[in-house]
């Protein structure tokens, strides 16, 4: 019962949140690199937010740790003015940094260990505890900043690990099973008005990077919890098989962007969406490859739990190499296969 008001409460907020996108004029307009038509508002993170904050309360669903939702609040905050007025790409990535700090200090979530991956036995972090998990903080929540290029695949990329750990939590029993699916009712709403029909009763709204980066946030520090501890459901390996996508997309990205002399946190077309829309898939076909992808990652990762931890992460260092060299390649590939589509993506990169 308290699911469906959660529903409900998700879809009224969503409501008066596309209204109030356009009243204070937080909207996304089509420009070179964006092809959707006319203004769209901004506000789907904080439909998104506001939801799990009143549903928490309203049904008495605690987060993880207390600290942990005041630090959510931050990054909540400091998505909400970069969607305003656009912080530069590395100061917002030092708040994130930052934050992560907190999580891992004051709001009793960080990586204390990363499980047997020399082969020697677990290997406690120590004095890495707080940087690593600050950058895994950083590192994921920008990713899906990152990769939030088409409809609906922030969103998905985002429900996908959490809705793993819910059915892990669910399965086990843990008590914050509850939490987790606080965070996928409104993810699911929100995906309703981002692919649906944009008419009257579900006009289109994006995510925003008060949405992208702060359920990210979450998707982080859910990993860490659920991988650590008493409260483990995964090896802490299998939560780089979760995501994936975004996080193979990021590195690869980046790495891209290195080799051509590019900066590194500028936006271009040089994600792994816009590899394959050049190479002639649609956008709701890219959404459906990329989200199976990420299933089909997601479940490898799961499965691997029966092999040691350093299996694990050398399978999936394989798998990011083969990402990379496909990457790398696919301008060779478009340009054999359809030499007119290759030389109008080339142009494509070339304005953005």
């Not at 490859?289 to 399978?315: D, Q, R």
């Amino acid at each position: 019962m308290a699911t469906a008001f959660v529903f409900l409460m998700a879809f009224l907020i969503s409501r008066f949140c596309v209204a109030a996108g356009f009243h204070l004029g937080l909207l996304d307009q089509p420009d070179e690199r964006k092809h959707h038509h006319g203004a769209v508002p901004l506000t789907g993170g904080i439909a998104i937010f506001v939801t799990i904050v009143v549903g928490g309360v309203v049904f008495d669903i605690p987060p993880y740790t207390s600290g942990m939702m005041a630090i959510a609040c931050l990054v909540f905050a400091a998505g909400v003015f970069d969607d305003f007025h656009h912080i530069n790409p590395w100061l917002r990535l030092l708040i994130h940094y930052g934050c992560g700090v907190l999580l891992a200090t004051w709001g009793g979530i960080a990586i204390h260990n990363v499980g047997n991956l020399l082969a020697m036995g677990d290997i406690p972090l120590l004095a890495l505890t707080v940087p690593l998990t600050a950058l895994s903080v950083a590192g994921l929540s920008n990713a899906y900043n990152m990769i939030d290029g088409i409809d609906g695949l922030a969103a998905s990329t985002i429900c996908l690990p959490l809705l793993v750990l819910y059915l892990l939590a669910v399965q086990a029993g843990h008590p914050m099973a509850g939490s987790l699916l606080l965070m996928l009712v409104p993810l699911a709403v929100f995906l309703l008005f981002n692919l649906g029909p944009d008419n009257r009763l579900l006009p289109k709204m994006f995510l925003g990077d008060a949405g992208s980066i702060t359920m990210g946030f979450f998707v982080t520090a859910s990993l860490v919890y659920f991988s650590q501890g008493n409260n483990a459901l995964i090896e802490p390996v299998t939560a780089l098989w979760l995501v994936t996508v975004p996080l193979m997309d990021m590195l690869a990205t980046m790495l891209r962007r290195a080799k051509h002399g590019r900066k590194l946190m500028e936006a271009d077309r040089s994600h792994l969406h816009h590899t394959l829309m050049d190479m002639g898939l649609g956008r709701r076909q890219t959404l459906v490859v990329m989200v199976c992808w990420a299933a089909v990652c997601a479940a490898t990762g799961l499965a691997l739990e029966t092999i040691p931890a350093y299996l694990s992460l050398l399978c999936y260092f394989l798998l990011f190499l083969l990402h990379c060299l496909f990457v790398i390649k696919s301008g060779s590939i478009l340009r054999r296969l359809n030499p007119g589509a290759f030389a109008e993506a080339d142009q494509a990169r070339s304005q953005a």
